[in-house]
């Protein structure tokens, strides 16, 4: 309760410094609008040439990349730790983060939020639902549960992956480009995984769980039965890989000795 | 002159202290590159070719296109945007040069230090591990080279561009932002331009991002014509005269602004 109440705290105070600077707040759902429409506009110019991606048609992806933005706008609104590093390691900041008494990745998570992520909720749902219309897909009474479980898994195991990055910072404080190399990576779920071969294919299901983000859970609502099993593993993996990822960050914690200055 | 070519030294200087991070670097652009060779050969499927383009040349063009970006690529945007928030832009302003050439050459400065240790070790790497075909031809690289040269000037306008923009917003990350994503696209990174329907090929003929990224992959891919490739060159250059302009006009319009905060 003591959690959920300082989380109300910090939405409400980031939505007052947030609302003070408008037009920066517009500006920047702009831009995340205007990334989701570039991938988009990707996937369109190559289905002008091809029919079919390794057999799945142009708005089955679609649909897995409007599935994708939902766990992504999710992680991205408050797992916005990839400057974790240099902001809280490299420059002390972590020192005053452990003087709280709650949890320091929560008293991160709620420091760094950024809500206006949110926002690739509703673009992920329009593309869902104008996806699902093309491909004539009927929605079941446990379908939107299940939507939102698979979603809260994806979100978790993506975050899972960026917070063991950040807590190789406990070990070492010297700057990595880690990061955005994982970024680049995440985007590898968006696609069918059964494009790449069986190394990455292997990466991308059970040491960087990132298929779990998109092709896996969306494969379910796409009724595609030989992925079921990875479907329905969706919230088990990003629960699992999250609780790991807390564990080592707890085991982090121990270790960390200040910036010592 | 020779203070501007100490700023190409001490920003090359400045990078090499941080090697390490492009060995990273290196392993981030392969990944980069290996998902689209996947991703680009599911899409070629048994198709022989593409718009000219057959799977081969595609692999190369994306591999080229990524680590030419190594090259033209720089932050002086948000450098600039910062600089003008802490108010040290102030006192950039007293010194006895020109501040956004300053800039420029800060920008080439870490452009040679990636194109020696991040393109050029990546590029081995990428041949390696991908059917990437490199021309044997001296005319091609000589072409490719003066290519790669004025793209780097037009990101650099465009980025000096973005960049002045700060005087006249609080804050304008969000449209550095926006013009990476928009230079992603418009500039053939991601797609090659030939790849887009007619009318948005012919709506992009009018900007200049092509000139970053499209028209030096193409060379290198040897995708292009004799006469279409000194058109494409002539084109570069057109753009990179036609955008002083703004620059010029928006710095000296800057500069007034500048002394109204009272810096």
Redesign the interface.
Known sequence: MFYIGIFFQYVSQYMKTRLEYRSDFIVEILSDLFNQAVNLVFILVVFGHTQFLNGWNRDEIIFIYGFFLIPYALFSAFFNIWDFNDRYIVKGEMDRILTRPIHSLFQVVIERMELESLFGLVTGFIIIFYAGANLGLELTWYDPILFVLFAIGGALAYASVFIVIASVGFWSDSKTSIMPMMYNIGNYGRYPVDIYNKVIRFMLTWVLPFAFVGVYPASYFLGKEEWYIFSFLTPVVGLVFFTVSVMIWNQGIKKYRGAGN | MSKYIEMIRMRFLMMLA?R??YY??I??YT??I??YY??W?????D?GS??GLTIEQMTSYVAIAWMARAFYFNNIDREIAMEIKDGKVAIELLRPYHYLGMKTMAGLGEGIFRFFFFSIPGMILVTLLFQVHIPYNGATWGYFAISLLFSFIINTQINLLTGIMAFF???N???I??KR??V??FSGL??PIS???LWAQDVMRYLPFQGISYIPSMIFTNGFSHSELLMALGQQCIWVIILLIPIQLLWIVAKKQLIIQGG
């Open positions: 941080y390490l991070n990273t670097g392993v981030i990944i980069n290996g998902a996947f991703l050969s599911a899409i070629y499927g198709k593409i718009e917003f609080y804050n990350t969000g449209l932002r926006a994503v928009i992603d696209l991601l797609l790849f887009f329907p």
